[in-house]
């Protein structure tokens, strides 16, 4: 009975220190090294991917970036962030665009497309599959 309870115990402590990146084992969410973001509450990124929100607190250009609707990724990012999966998500953006109130995210064919994106721009904001090597100029935040 003891060693379930410490066994319990320890994986309760993992779970508590881990940042939230890191407990979601699908997709990394990554801005440009010099953005001073550390994270970000899970209703900003949505607001922020639906482009309800186009500027960081220094009054800089948001730029997401996505992965393809296929991306097992996107769809976990898309699901966890959104609460709702990729297909609404299309949806969502084919009225947007018909309706001329607003274009998706740019969307790249791969991860490491996503992060060179990242790279170099300042403003940019994506996420890639979870374990992808980010360079220096580049760095994962967790989503709270």
């Known amino acids: ?3 379930r309870l410490l066994v319990l115990l320890a994986g ?6 881990r940042p939230a990146a890191a407990q979601n084992n699908r997709f990394v ?3 440009n090294a010099g953005n001073p973001t550390a994270s970000l509450p899970t209703k900003d990124v949505s607001r922020i991917f639906r482009k309800d929100v186009t500027r960081w607190p220094d009054g800089s250009a948001i730029q997401p970036v996505e992965l393809p609707a296929e991306a097992p990724a996107r769809a976990e990012f898309t699901q966890r ?3 709702k999966p990729v297909q609404a998500m299309v949806a969502f953006w084919q009225q947007q665009i018909f309706s001329g109130r607003a274009v998706p995210p740019l969307e790249r064919k791969s991860d490491a497309d996503v992060v060179e994106y990242v790279r170099s721009h300042p ?3 994506g996420y890639v599959t979870a374990g992808t090597t980010l360079p220096s100029e580049v760095k994962a935040i967790a989503v709270q």
């Open 29 to 31: 969410l990554v801005v």
């Open 12 to 17: 309760v402590a993992m779970l508590i220190g």
């Open 1 to 3: 009975m003891r060693s």
């Open 81 to 83: 962030v959104h609460g």
């Open 123 to 125: 403003g940019a904001i």
